[in-house]
């Protein structure tokens, strides 16, 4: 606990540092050293946070769904709705900012369940298969996660240090 | 005094929602009323009048003559949009406070609520049910009952999350062991008191399907679904998160594919944007 409210004084002490809000079926991409970046609680939907720590180039992706080709119009329109559209847009906005896949740190977080779901509502899990899958088919490895069970988290990342920090509804922030 | 007596002396100490929204309710969902039926409703009430007027101006809506009477406003926004308006103006005041309880910051409550009765709304039109606008306000103001349990919870929040944790316990279950009484429960006692339609007191009585017969009630059944949905997107979840029962009968009895459950998803994503703006707007 100490430690993390060391952390926390820290930020406060940058003063500057800017949160940019990655909002629901949304994304966001930045090498600027003074922002963190942070998506809101996360139910079902899955928070990817990405980060190359020789560049300093970090990312977090919020999707809702699966798979884009339940309707194509609207991932058309909203590609960051779905795992399959959004997370290869996600890699690619880094590696035009210098990232490199070899050297990215992975974290996701979220893909909870409503209680006695029976397959209707699992899209928690179908959430994180998806994400697991296109990891599996190019060869890219999470590195930490915080998956499934019943709460939901907020996610943010520091670009300049890499750090990651998760928080569930009425509890305190806590760094991965 | 007991919880329960202590509780509805709690309720009688809430911020009450405006009558108006009663008012308009009543003619809104009669097919018999006309659209000068429901602005008269409207304009008996001069706060929310000036409220609509000022949101109507606003440059949201880009409307080249400012409208200067209800009458105007529905002719140039349409009846639907004006009434959504009133009905939501009406629920801020009540729902837009923090939770300590539910681990709720301000405007989360609001936020999930606003987002429920969005869906519920897009769901109505879907099973072309009639009384949209009961079912948006229903789904708008069903967690009412956690501003006054709020308080309790927290007291006895390790009990309700061993429960919930160790017992396999819902919240809303473990709610009513530890404290006698659940947020659905008692969110329909204080819309009796408010005197509110007994068709809203019964759907927020049982927006967690407590009583899985009731799933038979379509109205109910949107309600809930739209909870179940909203909860899963997360979005204003305290720290209650999902530990609700889905039942599945209900996507029997509304005759929903998972499929179609994705789709409801997708649309609801499409519209965050409408709820944002209906959020900034309120």
């Known amino acids: 606990m100490a430690f993390l409210n060391l952390s926390l004084r820290n930020n406060n002490g940058l003063g500057s540092c800017v949160k940019q809000i990655v909002g629901v079926a949304d994304m966001k991409v930045s090498n600027n050293i003074k922002e963190s970046i942070i998506t809101y609680s996360l139910g079902s939907c899955i928070g990817l946070v990405i980060y190359d720590p020789v560049v300093k180039v970090g990312g977090i992706?919020?999707?809702?769904?699966p798979e884009s080709s339940i309707d194509k119009d609207k991932a058309a329109a909203r590609p960051y709705m779905f795992a399959d559209s959004g997370i290869p847009r996600l890699f690619k906005t880094a590696y035009k900012?210098?990232?490199v896949k070899q050297r990215m740190i992975i974290y996701a977080a979220g893909g909870a369940e409503i209680l006695d779901q029976k397959g209707f509502f699992n899209i928690g899990k179908r959430n994180y298969m998806a994400l697991k899958k296109m990891f599996f088919k190019n060869n890219v490895m999470i590195n930490k996660q915080d998956v499934g069970g019943n709460k939901n988290r907020t996610v943010r990342i520091e670009i300049a240090s890499g750090d990651i920090y998760v928080k569930t509804s009425g509890a305190k922030e806590v760094k991965i | 005094m007991t919880t329960i007596q202590k509780l509805i002396k709690e309720i009688e100490n809430l911020k009450p929602i405006p009558a108006i929204a009663n008012q308009v309710l009543a003619v809104v969902d009669n097919p018999d009323s006309s659209m000068e039926d429901i602005a008269n409703v409207i304009q008996y009430d001069p706060a929310i009048t000036a409220n609509i007027l000022r949101t109507c101006n606003s440059v949201y809506f880009g409307l080249k003559n400012p409208a200067e009477s209800i009458k105007t406003a529905?002719?140039?926004l349409g009846i639907d949009q004006v009434v959504e308006l009133v009905l939501l103006k009406s629920g801020t005041k009540a729902l837009s406070g923090g939770s300590k309880g539910y681990g709720l910051e301000e405007g989360d409550m609001w936020r999930y609520s606003v987002s429920s009765a969005v869906i519920a709304k897009q769901l109505a039109v879907k099973f072309n049910l009639e009384n949209k606008n009961t079912i948006f306000t229903s789904a708008l103001i069903k967690d009412i009952g956690k501003i006054v349990l709020q308080t309790h919870v927290?007291?006895?929040y390790h009990k309700i999350q061993d429960l919930v944790d160790n017992k396999k316990y819902s919240f809303r279950e473990a709610e009513k062991k530890v404290i006698g009484i659940d947020h659905a429960e008692l969110g329909a006692m204080i819309a009796k008191m408010w005197k509110f339609s007994p068709k809203m007191v019964n759907i927020i009585r049982h927006h967690h399907l407590s009583d899985e017969s009731m799933i038979k009630d379509r109205e109910i059944a949107?309600?809930?679904?739209?909870?179940c949905i909203c909860m899963m997107m997360g979005n204003g979840v305290g720290l209650d998160g999902l530990s609700y029962r889905f039942k599945a009968q209900v996507v029997e009895e509304l005759g929903l594919s998972a499929d179609d459950i994705v789709m409801i998803i997708a649309e609801f994503g499409m519209n965050m944007?409408?709820?944002?703006?209906l959020l900034h707007m309120v």
């Open chain 1, 61 to 65: 992706l919020h999707y809702m769904l």
């Open chain 2, 154 to 156: 927290f007291d006895s």
């Open chain 2, 222 to 227: 949107v309600v809930y679904l739209a909870d």
């Open chain 2, 273 to 277: 944007k409408q709820v944002e703006e």
């Open chain 1, 97 to 99: 900012l210098g990232a």
């Open chain 2, 74 to 76: 529905v002719n140039m």
